[in-house]
Every structure is written in C-alpha cells, then in structure tokens.
C-alpha cells in the first residue's frame, strides 16, 4: 500500500509509471488544492475542472518536477495558481460576472441573510480590487486558514514577509470597504 509512503517514494514510484504512486499523492492533496481554487473561482463546477488540470498537468510534468526543498504541495499550488489566473482573466473578457456564489431565487430571504450577502458581496468586490499578492495572501491565510510558514512555501517568501504582505493587505482592504479605526 502506497499511502504509508512518504512524499519522496511517491513522487520517486509514479516517475516510474506507478500510477497507484500518483493516486496516492491526488489522494493526499486534492482537498487542499480544490479548496484553494474553489476560494478563487467561486464555481463548484469551474473548480473541480481547474482542480482536474491541476493535476493532469503535474501528472504530465513528473519527469521535469524537481522538489528544490519546498513540498510537492507546493508545486502542485503553483500549477492551480496559474490555472486559476488564466481562468479569471479568460472569465473576465468573456463576460462580466458577478462571482457571489449560488443564485438569488435559491437564498432565503430572512433580512440577517441577505444583510451577510451584501456584506460578503462587497468584501469579494474589495478584495478583488486589490493586487494580486494581496488577494493571495488573505486567501491563502485567511479563507483557507494556511499556518504561516505554509503560506510563506506557496508565495515564495519568508514568513516574516508574508505578515507584513497580510497586514498592509489588510489595511488596503479596510481602505477599499471604507472601514476606519478610531482607537
């Protein structure tokens, strides 16, 4: 059985055409790449077909991945990362979409729900206004919870980095919802 493996043999058998190998790891991270393009796309559909890519393309790719000390997550991130990006600007010029999720008729219409739908439809307004690093870091930590020193593998940075990139794109966010501290 192949799911006692650590990633190395994995990565290592599924080169040599074991696809039981690459089942394991599809296995393993499929729920946390499908989350992070879901967070992304907010299409059930439209993301179990990028999350599908996602790992045909690293399938495709085995002979040529070469793990430079990050995790095979990470690889994996970057792939559904570029896919992700392709999608929305496709999206964008083929049509305008508001992307807040189920339809209108299918919610129900207590006042607390539609006040939370409003909110969250200008929170993914203002987010999706800021830059793109910024975006990536308050999915990344924030929506799919990622411990900081996960994020910091995904983005290519240092820790220390990815908690000033999360406050200053925190702070550009409160600037886009016109939120303001008063002490």
């Known amino acids: 059985m ?3 493996l650590n990633e190395d043999e994995l990565i290592a058998r599924a080169r040599r055409g074991d696809r039981e190998a690459f089942a394991d790891l599809y296995q393993r991270y499929l729920p946390m790449i499908y989350a992070y393009v879901r967070a992304r796309v907010f299409s059930d559909p ?3 077909d990028l999350t599908e890519q996602v790992f045909l393309r690293a399938f495709q790719s085995l002979a040529r991945y070469r793990p430079r000390g990050w995790p095979y997550s990470a690889f994996l991130y970057r792939i ?3 896919l ?3 999608h929305v600007r496709r ?9 807040t999720g189920e339809p ?6 207590t ?3 539609l006040i939370r739908q409003e909110d969250g439809r200008r929170l993914l307004l203002a987010l999706d206004r800021l830059p793109a690093d910024y975006q990536e870091v308050i999915r990344l930590r924030l929506l799919l919870a990622l411990p900081t020193a996960t994020a910091a593998v995904w983005l290519g940075r240092s820790e220390g980095a990815v908690r000033v990139l999360l406050h200053r794109a925190l702070q550009a966010l409160r600037r886009e919802l ?3 501290h008063d002490g």
């Open 2 to 4: 192949t799911s006692m």
């Open 46 to 48: 439209d993301a179990e």
């Open 80 to 82: 559904a990362r570029h």
């Open 84 to 86: 992700v990006i392709d």
């Open 91 to 99: 999206s964008r010029r083929e049509a305008t979409v508001e992307m």
């Open 104 to 109: 209108a008729e299918a919610r129900p219409s």
């Open 111 to 113: 006042d607390d729900v």
């Open 178 to 180: 016109g939120v303001t």
